[in-house]
Protein backbone atom coordinates (compact mmCIF):
# COMPACT_ATOMS: atom_id res chain seq x y z
CA UNK A 1 0.00 0.00 0.00
CA UNK A 2 2.71 2.40 1.25
CA UNK A 3 4.63 1.59 -2.19
CA UNK A 4 1.43 2.22 -4.10
CA UNK A 5 1.24 5.68 -3.29
CA UNK A 6 4.77 6.24 -3.37
CA UNK A 7 4.57 5.42 -7.17
CA UNK A 8 1.39 7.25 -7.67
CA UNK A 9 3.40 10.57 -5.82
CA UNK A 10 6.71 10.19 -7.82
CA UNK A 11 4.37 9.88 -10.86
CA UNK A 12 2.49 12.89 -9.87
CA UNK A 13 5.83 14.86 -9.60
CA UNK A 14 7.45 14.11 -12.56
CA UNK A 15 4.02 14.86 -14.52
CA UNK A 16 4.13 18.63 -12.46
CA UNK A 17 7.77 18.86 -12.46
CA UNK A 18 8.17 17.91 -16.93
CA UNK A 19 6.79 21.69 -18.23
CA UNK A 20 8.93 23.72 -15.87
CA UNK A 21 11.73 21.94 -17.18
CA UNK A 22 10.59 22.62 -20.79
CA UNK A 23 12.53 25.32 -23.44
CA UNK A 24 9.87 26.67 -24.98
CA UNK A 25 5.91 26.09 -24.46
CA UNK A 26 2.89 27.10 -27.61
CA UNK A 27 -0.69 28.43 -27.44
CA UNK A 28 -2.98 29.20 -29.70
CA UNK A 29 -5.10 32.16 -30.25
CA UNK A 30 -8.43 32.26 -32.64
CA UNK A 31 -8.44 35.63 -33.51
CA UNK A 32 -11.47 36.51 -35.70
CA UNK A 33 -12.82 40.46 -37.92
CA UNK A 34 -15.62 41.12 -39.33
CA UNK A 35 -15.10 42.62 -42.67
CA UNK A 36 -18.51 43.79 -43.36
CA UNK A 37 -19.29 46.00 -47.12
CA UNK A 38 -18.98 49.69 -47.07
CA UNK A 39 -19.81 52.22 -49.21
CA UNK A 40 -19.18 55.72 -49.27
CA UNK A 41 -18.96 58.40 -51.79
CA UNK A 42 -18.44 61.55 -51.80
CA UNK A 43 -19.08 64.89 -54.25
CA UNK A 44 -16.73 68.19 -54.68
CA UNK A 45 -19.95 70.16 -55.43
CA UNK A 46 -24.36 69.33 -54.54
CA UNK A 47 -25.26 71.77 -57.84
CA UNK A 48 -24.09 72.53 -61.09
CA UNK A 49 -25.20 75.07 -63.58
CA UNK A 50 -25.28 75.87 -67.45
CA UNK A 51 -25.53 79.41 -68.72
CA UNK A 52 -27.04 80.34 -71.40
CA UNK A 53 -25.35 80.70 -74.64
CA UNK A 54 -25.76 81.02 -78.78
CA UNK A 55 -26.56 77.43 -79.83
CA UNK A 56 -24.06 78.05 -83.49
CA UNK A 57 -21.81 79.12 -81.49
CA UNK A 58 -21.79 76.80 -78.50
CA UNK A 59 -23.83 73.76 -79.32
CA UNK A 60 -22.69 71.84 -76.01
CA UNK A 61 -22.47 73.98 -73.29
CA UNK A 62 -20.10 72.99 -70.24
CA UNK A 63 -21.28 73.01 -66.66
CA UNK A 64 -19.54 76.56 -65.48
CA UNK A 65 -17.83 75.06 -62.41
CA UNK A 66 -16.12 72.64 -64.41
CA UNK A 67 -16.02 69.09 -63.37
CA UNK A 68 -17.29 67.27 -60.65
CA UNK A 69 -14.68 65.57 -58.58
CA UNK A 70 -15.72 62.04 -57.21
CA UNK A 71 -14.20 59.66 -54.40
CA UNK A 72 -15.71 56.88 -53.75
CA UNK A 73 -14.53 54.60 -51.54
CA UNK A 74 -15.75 50.99 -51.47
CA UNK A 75 -15.13 47.41 -49.52
CA UNK A 76 -17.04 44.39 -51.25
CA UNK A 77 -16.55 41.13 -51.76
CA UNK A 78 -13.78 40.03 -53.70
CA UNK A 79 -13.67 39.90 -57.61
CA UNK A 80 -17.26 41.82 -57.36
CA UNK A 81 -18.33 44.79 -59.22
CA UNK A 82 -18.31 48.40 -57.72
CA UNK A 83 -20.53 50.44 -59.70
CA UNK A 84 -21.10 54.32 -59.19
CA UNK A 85 -24.53 55.43 -61.27
CA UNK A 86 -26.24 58.29 -61.48
CA UNK A 87 -30.16 58.88 -62.40
CA UNK A 88 -32.84 62.11 -62.66
CA UNK A 89 -35.76 61.96 -60.70
CA UNK A 90 -36.95 64.11 -63.26
CA UNK A 91 -36.55 65.57 -66.48
CA UNK A 92 -35.27 69.42 -66.71
CA UNK A 93 -38.50 71.29 -66.07
CA UNK A 94 -39.28 75.34 -66.10
CA UNK A 95 -42.53 76.20 -65.93
CA UNK A 96 -44.76 73.94 -67.70
CA UNK A 97 -42.14 74.20 -69.99
CA UNK A 98 -39.65 70.30 -70.25
CA UNK A 99 -36.35 69.67 -71.40
CA UNK A 100 -35.60 65.87 -71.14
CA UNK A 101 -32.84 65.22 -69.12
CA UNK A 102 -30.98 63.11 -71.94
CA UNK A 103 -29.95 66.80 -72.90
CA UNK A 104 -27.58 66.21 -70.37
CA UNK A 105 -24.22 63.92 -71.24
CA UNK A 106 -21.02 63.97 -69.81
CA UNK A 107 -17.22 62.75 -70.07
CA UNK A 108 -15.34 61.05 -67.37
CA UNK A 109 -11.68 60.72 -66.38
CA UNK A 110 -10.23 58.72 -64.41
CA UNK A 111 -9.48 55.04 -63.48
CA UNK A 112 -13.18 53.16 -64.32
CA UNK A 113 -14.91 56.41 -65.09
CA UNK A 114 -17.00 56.36 -68.51
CA UNK A 115 -18.95 59.45 -70.23
CA UNK A 116 -22.64 58.37 -70.48
CA UNK A 117 -25.92 60.43 -70.98
CA UNK A 118 -28.56 61.29 -68.36
CA UNK A 119 -31.89 59.42 -68.11
CA UNK A 120 -34.74 59.47 -65.91
CA UNK A 121 -36.14 56.07 -66.78
CA UNK A 122 -32.15 53.91 -64.99
CA UNK A 123 -29.48 54.17 -63.43
CA UNK A 124 -26.69 55.32 -65.96
CA UNK A 125 -23.17 53.80 -64.75
CA UNK A 126 -20.59 56.79 -64.49
CA UNK A 127 -17.69 54.51 -63.52
CA UNK A 128 -17.19 50.77 -62.47
CA UNK A 129 -14.08 49.07 -60.67
CA UNK A 130 -13.62 45.70 -59.26
CA UNK A 131 -13.25 44.68 -55.75
CA UNK A 132 -12.44 47.29 -52.39
CA UNK A 133 -10.99 50.39 -52.35
CA UNK A 134 -10.51 54.22 -52.72
CA UNK A 135 -10.89 55.55 -55.95
CA UNK A 136 -11.20 59.22 -57.84
CA UNK A 137 -11.78 60.82 -60.31
CA UNK A 138 -14.08 63.52 -61.95
CA UNK A 139 -17.05 64.05 -64.08
CA UNK A 140 -17.37 67.07 -66.72
CA UNK A 141 -21.33 67.80 -67.76
CA UNK A 142 -22.21 69.15 -70.91
CA UNK A 143 -26.02 70.50 -71.80
CA UNK A 144 -26.85 70.14 -75.75
CA UNK A 145 -28.06 73.65 -76.70
CA UNK A 146 -30.71 73.66 -79.25
CA UNK A 147 -32.70 75.80 -81.10
CA UNK A 148 -35.82 74.65 -80.13
CA UNK A 149 -35.45 74.39 -76.04
CA UNK A 150 -37.89 77.00 -74.82
CA UNK A 151 -36.84 79.96 -72.83
CA UNK A 152 -36.76 79.27 -69.03
CA UNK A 153 -34.86 78.72 -66.06
CA UNK A 154 -34.81 74.48 -65.55
CA UNK A 155 -33.86 72.49 -62.96
CA UNK A 156 -33.48 69.01 -62.41
CA UNK A 157 -32.30 66.36 -59.32
CA UNK A 158 -30.11 63.87 -60.00
CA UNK A 159 -29.12 61.01 -57.79
CA UNK A 160 -25.57 59.18 -57.51
CA UNK A 161 -25.77 56.03 -56.13
CA UNK A 162 -22.65 53.87 -54.85
CA UNK A 163 -23.29 50.38 -54.41
CA UNK A 164 -20.23 47.54 -53.37
CA UNK A 165 -21.63 43.96 -53.04
CA UNK B 1 -23.71 16.42 -22.60
CA UNK B 2 -26.28 16.10 -25.35
CA UNK B 3 -28.21 19.13 -24.71
CA UNK B 4 -25.11 21.10 -24.53
CA UNK B 5 -23.61 19.72 -27.80
CA UNK B 6 -27.02 20.19 -29.55
CA UNK B 7 -27.24 24.30 -28.52
CA UNK B 8 -23.72 24.48 -29.42
CA UNK B 9 -24.40 23.45 -32.85
CA UNK B 10 -27.55 25.78 -32.90
CA UNK B 11 -25.13 28.50 -31.97
CA UNK B 12 -22.76 27.56 -34.28
CA UNK B 13 -25.32 28.01 -37.15
CA UNK B 14 -26.61 31.41 -36.37
CA UNK B 15 -23.40 32.91 -36.28
CA UNK B 16 -22.86 31.48 -39.82
CA UNK B 17 -26.19 32.55 -41.16
CA UNK B 18 -25.17 36.29 -39.74
CA UNK B 19 -21.97 36.37 -40.89
CA UNK B 20 -22.82 35.14 -44.09
CA UNK B 21 -26.32 37.98 -44.88
CA UNK B 22 -23.45 40.14 -44.22
CA UNK B 23 -21.07 39.17 -46.83
CA UNK B 24 -23.55 39.16 -48.99
CA UNK B 25 -25.86 42.14 -48.54
CA UNK B 26 -25.17 45.36 -51.04
CA UNK B 27 -24.64 48.45 -49.16
CA UNK B 28 -24.93 52.10 -51.37
CA UNK B 29 -24.29 55.36 -50.45
CA UNK B 30 -26.12 58.37 -52.34
CA UNK B 31 -25.62 61.72 -53.07
CA UNK B 32 -27.71 64.21 -54.46
CA UNK B 33 -26.81 67.30 -57.08
CA UNK B 34 -29.03 69.71 -58.54
CA UNK B 35 -28.70 70.94 -61.76
CA UNK B 36 -29.99 74.39 -63.29
CA UNK B 37 -29.96 75.54 -66.91
CA UNK B 38 -30.29 79.24 -68.32
CA UNK B 39 -32.23 79.01 -71.50
CA UNK B 40 -32.85 82.64 -72.52
CA UNK B 41 -34.54 83.88 -75.88
CA UNK B 42 -32.55 84.81 -78.99
CA UNK B 43 -33.02 85.57 -82.67
CA UNK B 44 -30.83 85.22 -85.40
CA UNK B 45 -31.94 86.15 -89.04
CA UNK B 46 -29.57 85.33 -92.30
CA UNK B 47 -30.32 85.90 -95.69
CA UNK B 48 -28.58 84.60 -98.46
CA UNK B 49 -27.93 88.48 -99.85
CA UNK B 50 -29.01 91.93 -99.20
CA UNK B 51 -29.35 93.00 -102.80
CA UNK B 52 -32.63 92.28 -105.21
CA UNK B 53 -32.54 93.50 -108.71
CA UNK B 54 -35.07 93.51 -111.42
CA UNK B 55 -33.95 94.30 -114.92
CA UNK B 56 -35.13 96.19 -117.19
CA UNK B 57 -37.86 94.56 -119.75
CA UNK B 58 -41.52 95.28 -121.90
CA UNK B 59 -44.02 96.12 -120.10
CA UNK B 60 -45.98 93.90 -122.35
CA UNK B 61 -43.92 90.94 -122.63
CA UNK B 62 -42.72 91.10 -118.47
CA UNK B 63 -46.16 92.80 -116.82
CA UNK B 64 -44.49 91.39 -114.03
CA UNK B 65 -40.72 92.07 -113.12
CA UNK B 66 -38.67 89.12 -110.90
CA UNK B 67 -35.41 89.49 -108.81
CA UNK B 68 -33.79 86.25 -108.04
CA UNK B 69 -34.69 84.33 -104.98
CA UNK B 70 -33.46 85.13 -101.43
CA UNK B 71 -32.44 82.25 -99.29
CA UNK B 72 -34.37 83.03 -95.70
CA UNK B 73 -32.68 81.85 -92.31
CA UNK B 74 -34.71 82.04 -89.19
CA UNK B 75 -33.38 80.75 -86.05
CA UNK B 76 -35.45 81.60 -82.84
CA UNK B 77 -35.25 80.63 -79.08
CA UNK B 78 -38.66 81.65 -77.07
CA UNK B 79 -40.81 80.44 -74.69
CA UNK B 80 -42.96 77.61 -75.49
CA UNK B 81 -46.07 78.45 -77.85
CA UNK B 82 -45.33 82.04 -78.29
CA UNK B 83 -45.56 83.19 -81.75
CA UNK B 84 -42.23 84.28 -83.57
CA UNK B 85 -42.89 87.09 -86.57
CA UNK B 86 -40.95 88.35 -89.31
CA UNK B 87 -41.77 91.36 -90.82
CA UNK B 88 -40.37 93.47 -93.65
CA UNK B 89 -40.76 97.23 -94.03
CA UNK B 90 -39.62 99.71 -96.94
CA UNK B 91 -37.74 103.01 -95.55
CA UNK B 92 -39.82 104.61 -98.32
CA UNK B 93 -41.03 104.34 -102.02
CA UNK B 94 -38.63 103.32 -104.84
CA UNK B 95 -36.79 106.35 -105.74
CA UNK B 96 -34.52 107.66 -108.70
CA UNK B 97 -31.47 109.98 -108.62
CA UNK B 98 -34.37 112.67 -109.90
CA UNK B 99 -36.32 112.23 -107.37
CA UNK B 100 -38.81 110.18 -109.35
CA UNK B 101 -40.62 107.74 -107.43
CA UNK B 102 -42.79 104.10 -107.89
CA UNK B 103 -45.30 103.33 -105.02
CA UNK B 104 -44.02 101.02 -102.78
CA UNK B 105 -46.69 98.69 -102.83
CA UNK B 106 -45.92 98.06 -106.47
CA UNK B 107 -43.55 95.48 -104.90
CA UNK B 108 -44.86 92.40 -103.85
CA UNK B 109 -43.28 89.31 -102.98
CA UNK B 110 -43.91 85.31 -103.37
CA UNK B 111 -42.29 82.99 -100.60
CA UNK B 112 -41.50 79.25 -100.21
CA UNK B 113 -40.87 77.29 -96.66
CA UNK B 114 -43.11 76.51 -93.96
CA UNK B 115 -44.55 79.50 -91.90
CA UNK B 116 -43.25 81.78 -94.70
CA UNK B 117 -46.36 83.69 -96.86
CA UNK B 118 -46.80 86.03 -99.87
CA UNK B 119 -47.18 89.76 -99.05
CA UNK B 120 -47.09 93.58 -100.28
CA UNK B 121 -44.65 95.90 -99.47
CA UNK B 122 -45.53 98.84 -97.78
CA UNK B 123 -43.15 101.67 -96.02
CA UNK B 124 -45.65 102.35 -93.34
CA UNK B 125 -46.40 99.29 -90.98
CA UNK B 126 -44.43 96.20 -91.24
CA UNK B 127 -45.46 93.52 -93.06
CA UNK B 128 -45.34 89.46 -92.22
CA UNK B 129 -43.13 87.61 -94.05
CA UNK B 130 -43.03 84.32 -91.76
CA UNK B 131 -44.84 83.42 -88.96
CA UNK B 132 -44.30 80.73 -86.86
CA UNK B 133 -45.05 78.87 -83.40
CA UNK B 134 -42.42 78.44 -80.77
CA UNK B 135 -38.56 78.48 -81.09
CA UNK B 136 -36.39 76.37 -83.80
CA UNK B 137 -34.99 76.86 -87.08
CA UNK B 138 -36.89 77.84 -90.40
CA UNK B 139 -35.58 78.16 -93.71
CA UNK B 140 -37.66 79.18 -97.08
CA UNK B 141 -37.29 81.65 -99.70
CA UNK B 142 -38.43 84.96 -100.59
CA UNK B 143 -38.76 86.55 -104.01
CA UNK B 144 -39.07 89.85 -105.13
CA UNK B 145 -41.53 90.95 -108.05
CA UNK B 146 -42.21 94.74 -109.13
CA UNK B 147 -45.32 95.60 -111.09
CA UNK B 148 -43.96 96.67 -114.68
CA UNK B 149 -45.52 99.88 -116.00
CA UNK B 150 -45.96 101.37 -118.60
CA UNK B 151 -46.11 104.89 -116.77
CA UNK B 152 -42.90 104.53 -114.67
CA UNK B 153 -40.42 107.37 -115.43
CA UNK B 154 -36.76 106.06 -116.55
CA UNK B 155 -34.29 105.57 -114.44
CA UNK B 156 -32.27 103.96 -111.33
CA UNK B 157 -34.71 103.25 -108.81
CA UNK B 158 -34.08 101.76 -105.30
CA UNK B 159 -35.17 101.16 -101.71
CA UNK B 160 -34.15 99.68 -98.56
CA UNK B 161 -36.22 97.25 -97.15
CA UNK B 162 -35.37 96.36 -93.01
CA UNK B 163 -36.44 92.89 -91.81
CA UNK B 164 -37.16 92.23 -88.55
CA UNK B 165 -37.10 88.92 -86.38
CA UNK B 166 -39.11 89.13 -83.47
CA UNK B 167 -38.82 86.44 -80.67
CA UNK B 168 -40.54 87.29 -77.61
Known sequence: MFSRHFAVILLSWAVVASPTRAAAQ?????????IGAV????????????????????????ATAGPILI????????????????QATDDLRSGVSVIP????????????????????????????????????????????????????????????????? | MMTKAVWGGIITAAALVLVSTQASAQVVDTKTVTVSATVNAKAKLTLGTNTASFADADPDVTPLLSAA???V??????????????????GGALTNASSDTIPINQLTWTATGSGFAAGTMSSSTAQALGTFLGGGTASGTQTYQLVNSWNYKTGSYSATITYTLTAP
Do not use: C, E
Open chain 1, 26 to 34: TSTATLSAN
Open chain 1, 39 to 62: ASLTLSAATIAFPDADPDTVPLIP
Open chain 1, 71 to 86: TAKSRATAGAQVVLAV
Open chain 1, 101 to 165: ASNITWTGSGVGFVAGTLSTSSPVTVAAWTGSGIRSGSQQFFFRNLWTHPTGTYTLTMIYTLSAP
Open chain 2, 69 to 71: AIS
Open chain 2, 73 to 90: DVKTRTAAASNVTLTVLA
